[in-house]
């Protein structure tokens, strides 16, 4: 099923039916295609029916959000990552190893990416190691400074969420945390490792978080405001 604009705009349609859903409902994921969440029986001819219906909604919709963007084009308007509290410039090279690996040069400013084939395959593979190697440093550097135990970390390509901690204190951390700066980063870390000690979004959870992070407000505007932009990064 696709959506046409009024631009002319292919967009998927993905139709999710759910029992015990009542109300028929329209949003944009990040692929920006449309998302669809319906009663269980809903016919794909009432679907599109609905759909049409909201065209106008969709339309401005679909003007107003970020494009999706390849790895590739992203870091070559903005060739940078984040690890370790500090942001470093990224350079993308050709290498003649066999295997995919990164390095550091300019005494630890610079991340050198080296990649036998560089392509947007190869380079989200590459980005996505980094990630998880440096995801894990970080973590770690907070929770040994906050006297707090985690269980394992698991790094993934997730369609909305910053982070996750389970009920076994595991915490799963979308790769793209490398590409927010450094004080954003740090706030989804310690969003989840606040999580450690309560397990949900009440008073004590808010208090114990903005006692870790007392510019915790202001760091979930601004990741608010970037979010859109780059959740939509490497999903073409």
Request: with cysteine; net charge positive; charged share 25%.
């Amino acid at each position: 099923m696709e959506f046409i604009s009024a631009s002319g705009q292919r967009v998927p349609v993905e139709v999710s039916r759910r029992k015990g859903t009542r109300h028929l409902r329209l949003r944009l994921g990040h692929q920006n295609q449309v998302l669809a969440s319906v009663p269980w029986q809903t016919s794909d001819r009432n679907v599109a029916r609905f759909i049409e219906k909201q065209r106008e909604w969709l339309d401005a919709q679909l003007v107003k959000v970020p494009p999706v963007v390849t790895l590739t084009e992203w870091l070559a308007q903005h060739p940078r990552m984040t690890a370790s509290g500090d942001v470093l410039e990224v350079r993308i090279e050709s290498s003649t190893r066999r295997r995919a690996d990164y390095c550091f040069d300019a005494g630890g400013a610079v991340l050198v990416l080296r990649l036998p084939v560089v392509d947007e395959a190869s380079l989200l593979q590459l980005t996505r190691r980094f990630a998880k190697d440096a995801l894990h440093c970080r973590v770690a550097y907070h929770a040994k400074r906050l006297q707090l135990e985690y269980g394992a970390i698991s790094v993934r390509d997730q369609s909305s969420r910053w982070g996750s901690c389970s009920s076994r204190r595991g915490l799963s951390l979308n790769w793209r945390l490398v590409l927010v700066a450094p004080e954003l980063q740090d706030y989804v870390l310690l969003h989840e490792l606040a999580h450690l000690t309560e397990m949900n979004h009440g008073p004590r959870f808010w208090a114990l978080l903005d006692a870790y992070d007392p510019l915790r407000v202001a760091h979930e505007a601004a990741l608010d405001a970037c979010g859109a932009e780059l959740m939509r990064v490497g999903r073409s």
